[in-house]
């Protein structure tokens, strides 16, 4: 598959159905290469189809699997047919792949058993070559211009940065330090810049900082980079806003937006930056208030660490030490929940860190998931899983396949004891807190029953703060 930059890596690991899905979505982000899982019955296709370049096989157990899978999965995936004993296989393999790249979504196959049994061909496999065609595309050159217009013109512009900006990171990071404009992510596009660059200011939105909020509101510009604009983003749209998205349905999907730039990120950014010079004199270098205001930040994130209300380790000190020692080269799979929240807010990126996570969906149990997956596709690199208990709870089980496999990742559950998230909802609504308590186990002591390192932190805050994760250093999984 020279052709799309793609190269197929065969690797076989063993799943159990329910958890194939899932364990797809940490793949294709990091391998940024097609993958595919197979599906023996009904699998939840609808976690795959946020995610890209994967290609489901299904087998139905036609004997007692009901169901139109065709209809079922139709909905989500991007392109989904029968397979046929008449069917032309090579030619349906091809499409599925091409489906999957060309429109970053999954391709669904359905195997009924009558074509399991069927042997194979003895023509060679096919690809997509010859089917692709470039999806580098500039923007219309009228919306360049408004655009460039407001850049130049602008005194304190900020850029956002969103998940569909994320392979384009390096050009973005290098566009705003021609603006000299602050760096805000979205929280799916978190660790799309490093916390430490002088132009970052972390997170928007219900699981970011104050830093960002406050630089967004003084703002009077808005440069948006592949954003959803969804209400967790929290992007104020009262502001001048140039909007760049390579699907014209995203630009201005819910308010409309001042200008849109319809064409590939990487090609509008690289045309800025042939047409925009030195910042002009009326625009304000805002490095300076920016670290002021993370000083004020870190000062703050430090008092929360050291707040023991004597209930446990809060979450600001967990992610003060993953801040520290998790790996400038780790993957990290993040699941739902307040721990989320809290990573999204607390977690401070390194350059090099890649970050996992199921966006919008609230989709519990993706972290372990998607750590699994994570490992398929770079198992050279640091690999952490970041949960609450309710998550794991939900694929504990896999945590036998990650033994199976000696697959090393670092697994941190926060255990409060509860769906702390549904909890708090129900709290804000004025309603009984009803059904969130949950019964869990040790899961340290589980994680030494199936063979992983088991580690159950202190109580006291000051014992975590200065404890270095030592899992990551064994040949074998951890939960912590």
Known sequence: MAETGFTFRPRSTSLRREFLTPSATGFPPIAAEPGAVGAPGYSPLVQVSFHHRTVVLDAPQIAFQEIDLTAAF??????????????KHRELMALACKHAILQHGPSHLIFP???????????????PDGRLTELEIGSPAPALERALTLL?????????????????????????????????????????????????????????????????????????????????????????????????????????????????????????????????????????????????????????AGDNRGQGINSAVVFQALSTHVPEDAVIAVDVGNHAYSFGRYFECKEGQSVLMSGYLGSIGFGYPAAIGAWAA????????????????????????????????????????????ISKEQRAGDWDVWQTALHNPDFSKYAEICGALGIASPRHPSSTAHSRPRSHTTARPSSR
């Open 74 to 87: 139709g909905k989500v995936a991007r392109w989904t047919q029968p397979v046929l004993e008449t069917s």
């Open 113 to 127: 058993d009558e074509v399991q049994t069927i042997p194979a061909a003895s023509e060679p496999p096919a690809g």
């Open 152 to 304: 130049e013109n602008a005194k304190r512009s900020v850029m956002i940065i969103g998940h569909g900006a994320r392979f384009h990171r390096e050009q973005a990071v290098a566009l705003a330090e021609r603006l000299n404009a602050p760096v805000i992510t979205t929280f799916k596009a978190k660790g799309q810049i490093p916390d430490a660059h002088p132009l970052a200011t972390g997170v928007l939105g219900r699981s970011g900082t104050p830093v960002a909020s406050w630089f967004m509101n003084e703002s009077d510009l808005l440069l948006v980079l592949g954003a959803s604009f969804s209400d967790h983003t929290g992007i104020y749209a009262g502001k001048p806003i140039i909007q760049v998205d390579s699907d014209p349905l995203q630009l201005g999907r819910i308010d409309p937006v001042t200008v849109l730039v319809y064409g590939e990120i990487g090609v509008v950014i690289d045309r800025f930056l042939q047409r925009l010079g030195d910042p002009p004199a009326q625009r304000v270098d805002q490095r300076t208030e920016l670290a002021e205001h993370w000083m004020i930040w870190r000062a703050e994130k430090g008092s929360r």
């Open 378 to 421: 770079v198992p050279d690199r640091p690999i952490f899983a970041v949960t609450g208990d309710c998550g794991f709870a939900q694929y504990m089980a896999e945590l036998l396949t990650a033994v199976k496999h000696r697959m090393k990742i670092t697994h941190v559950l926060l255990n409060n004891g509860q769906l702390g998230k």
